[in-house]
């Protein structure tokens, strides 16, 4: 994925919507982006202290709440506090997620869409969203 392609895309939109873009909240969307690991907001607001030592978790959260805003931005809770997030890709795609180490990993996967299509025309259902976890454990914990 161009990631820049991706940053000024998302800049672009959101100055549409009369967002204020700040260099901390364009930065914040940068990691955002550039973490391929599903990161927790935690995990962004540490990323960013290295260049933005001011940054509040708030003001990661408020970021994440925007690009939620714009549907740009995959949230994929747990039942607690812990959500990660994916905003390289948006929409719903299937995640395998390592119960040892916490990695979420996405798999290139051609044919999936066609999956869901076909369960919704086995059963009429109108399809709004989807979510689909694989547990398991991570090749480098297997070591
Ligand atoms: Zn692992
Ligand atoms: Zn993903």
Not at 39 to 62: C, D, N
Not at 76 to 99: A, E
């Amino acid at each position: 994925m161009d990631t820049q392609k991706r940053l000024d895309y998302l800049l672009v939109r959101l100055r549409e919507r009369g967002n204020r873009l700040t260099p901390q909240r364009v930065a914040i969307i940068r990691t955002i982006i550039n973490n391929t690991n599903h990161p927790s907001a935690e995990q962004m607001h540490s990323e960013i202290l290295e260049t933005f030592p001011t940054t509040s978790l708030a003001t990661v959260y408020k970021t994440i709440r925007l690009l939620k805003e714009i549907g740009e931005i995959l949230e994929l809770g747990f039942g607690d506090d812990s959500s990660r997030f994916d905003g390289r890709k948006p929409h719903p795609h299937p995640h395998m997620i390592c119960t040892e180490c916490g990695t979420i990993m996405d798999s290139e996967l051609d044919g999936f869409e066609t999956i869901i299509e076909t369960m919704a025309r086995q059963t009429g259902f109108s399809v709004k969203t989807h979510r689909f976890d694989i547990f398991g454990i991570c090749s480098s914990c297997k070591k």
